[in-house]
């Protein structure tokens, strides 16, 4: 089945403490990206790639990082995080044609930053 | 910044009524995507329109982009319990194949039996 998997589902850390959040897509598209998701403020885009080793900054990228050694798998890493980081995260992946193939997104991590 | 502003922001009618959606920007966009998200779970595309004045229809939903590529709006017809979700677009911004996909904040819709 395609899809693109994202874990955990549900994280609860404390300001300060690295973490990372795995994504992983079996459609083996170019396309990923990352977003978060706050009440009244719809999806932003924190980072995206649009191929194995090329990342770039979305619209709020600040204190997140990314990587993209493989094309499958794109892990968001939160060095250092804050409660303000606190939010719904969705990874998405599509062909590199964004407006010519439908985003598939993940099914969300929740993280809570105390 | 190109910006996507959706109206209203919560809706709530009754099954059988008709609605409309309508997203905005001052910005052309390339293309825009509609979403639909359920709790619990990431958007599903529904329509993706390209050319400007295009008209899509998705069973009772239709969906229309602006002729100036600027608006896109979303009418859904006679609407059943199962529309309720939160609706989403989403533009392409600037020359296309950016990479940069815009959203707006969404439109929450509930449909009452």
């Known amino acids: 089945e395609a899809q693109v998997t994202q874990n955990p589902r549900y994280l609860i850390t404390v300001t300060g403490k690295k973490l990372t959040v795995t994504c992983s897509q079996n459609m083996n598209h170019e396309y990923m990206s990352w977003y978060r998701q706050d009440p009244g403020l719809g999806l932003r885009q924190i980072y995206y790639s649009m191929n194995v080793e090329v990342t770039d900054k979305g619209d709020v990228p600040e204190g997140y990082k990314v990587s993209r050694k493989e094309k499958r798998n794109f892990p968001l890493i939160l060095e250092s995080p804050s409660p303000n980081q606190t939010s719904l995260y969705f990874c998405?992946?599509?062909?590199?044609?964004?407006?010519?193939?439908?985003?598939?997104f993940g099914n969300g991590t929740r993280l809570t930053v105390t | 910044t190109q910006l996507l502003e959706q109206s209203p922001q919560f809706l709530s009618i009754q099954e059988g009524e008709n609605l409309t959606v309508y997203c905005n920007s001052s910005?052309?966009?390339?293309?825009l995507q509609w979403y639909r998200q359920e709790p619990g779970e990431g958007p599903v595309l529904l329509v993706t329109?390209?050319?400007?004045?295009e008209v899509k229809k998705l069973k009772r939903l239709t969906f229309q982009f602006g002729d100036a590529r600027k608006d896109s709006s979303l009418h859904i017809t006679a609407a059943q319990p199962g529309d309720t979700g939160l609706y989403l677009c989403a533009g392409e911004g600037g020359s296309s194949n950016t990479g940069k996909l815009i959203f707006g904040q969404g439109t929450t819709l509930q449909v009452k039996p």
């Open positions: 998405a992946s599509s062909w590199i044609r964004v407006h010519n193939s439908p985003l598939h």
């Open positions: 329109v390209v050319t400007g004045g």
């Open positions: 910005s052309v966009f390339s293309s």
